[in-house]
C-alpha cells in the first residue's frame, strides 16, 4: 500500500524515500533507472544510504514517486524535502533526519543485555 504524496508547498528539492517490504529497512532511491529493480525492491535503483539519494524538483519528484508507489516491494514511498550539503542531503524535518542517520541510541547486540535492560 501506497501513501500518496503529501501537499508540499515550498521550493525545496526532494529525495523519494520508501521501506522495503522483505525487512523494512529504510531505503532511498539512488537516481537509477527504477525498470532495474530486482524482485526484492532493492536493486541497483535503492539503497541504505540517503548520501546516495538525489534530489530532484517536486514535478520531477512526483513522477518518480508515481512509479515507486506501483512496485509491491516497496512499502509506503514518499517524498522528503531535504537540502545539498557536502556530505550529500539532508532532510529538513528532523524525523527525516533520523530516520536516515539511523536510531540516535546505540542499539544492544549481546541477547542478555537485552533482557537486563527489560528487567531494570
Do not use: C
Request: aromatic letters at 4%; glycine letters at 6%; charged letters at 20%.
Amino acid at each position: 500500500m501506497s501513501v500518496p504524496p503529501r501537499k508540499i508547498t515550498s521550493d525545496a528539492p526532494r529525495l523519494l524515500t520508501a521501506n522495503r517490504l522483505r525487512d523494512g529497512a529504510v531505503i532511498f532511491f539512488t537516481g537509477k533507472d527504477l525498470a532495474t529493480l530486482t524482485q526484492d525492491g532493492f536493486g541497483p535503483a535503492w539503497s541504505l544510504s540517503i548520501a546516495e539519494a538525489p534530489l530532484y524538483s517536486l514535478a520531477e519528484a512526483e513522477a518518480l514517486h508515481a512509479i515507486a508507489a506501483q512496485n509491491p516491494a516497496l512499502v509506503g514511498p514518499y517524498l522528503v524535502e531535504a537540502e545539498a550539503t557536502a556530505h550529500g542531503p539532508r532532510p529538513l524535518a528532523m524525523r527525516e533526519r533520523i530516520r536516515g542517520d539511523g536510531p540516535t541510541v546505540a542499539i544492544p547486540t549481546n541477547p542478555d543485555s537485552l533482557t537486563q535492560a527489560k528487567a531494570a
